[in-house]
Nanobody
Framework: QVHLVESGGGLVEPGGSLRLSCAAS????????MRWWRQAPGKERELVAS????????SYTDSVKGRFTISRDNAKNTVYLQMNSLRPEDTAVYYC???????????WGQGTQVTVSS
């Protein structure tokens, strides 16, 4: 059982930056690809960014390319999402997810609120 705890959310003005963290415990972190998802009010949950187990491969949804960066530190069992040039439409609850496939399973964090507003 993997336990994920997100942190770093908050209120930021348009154009500002935040760094989200997701700390994992209870499993072998390097066995899991990691993903950041977000869900805005009244909308479906959206995949924002993904990173492979060793961090060598990343991908992003088009709306955040060039603004967000996903990274991980396997020694600290933590995945990050650096968010720059934030826009009001980035407002959402952000969730991290550990993806381990059929062998290791999948786990969600509880989410952290990001609000972009002036």
């Amino acid at each position: 059982q993997v336990h994920l705890v997100e942190s770093g959310g908050g209120l930021v003005e348009p154009g500002g930056s935040l760094r989200l963290s997701c700390a994992a415990s209870g499993g072998t972190f390097s066995d899991y690809a990691m993903r950041w998802w977000r869900q805005a009010p009244g909308k479906e949950r959206e995949l924002v960014a993904s990173i492979s187990t060793a961090g060598g491969s990343t991908s992003y949804t088009d709306s955040v390319k060039g603004r967000f960066t996903i990274s991980r530190d396997n020694a600290k069992n933590t995945v990050y999402l650096q968010m720059n040039s934030l826009r009001p439409e980035d407002t959402a609850v952000y969730y991290c997810k550990a993806v381990g496939g059929p062998r290791w399973g999948e786990y969600w964090g509880q989410g952290t609120q990001v609000t972009v507003s002036s």
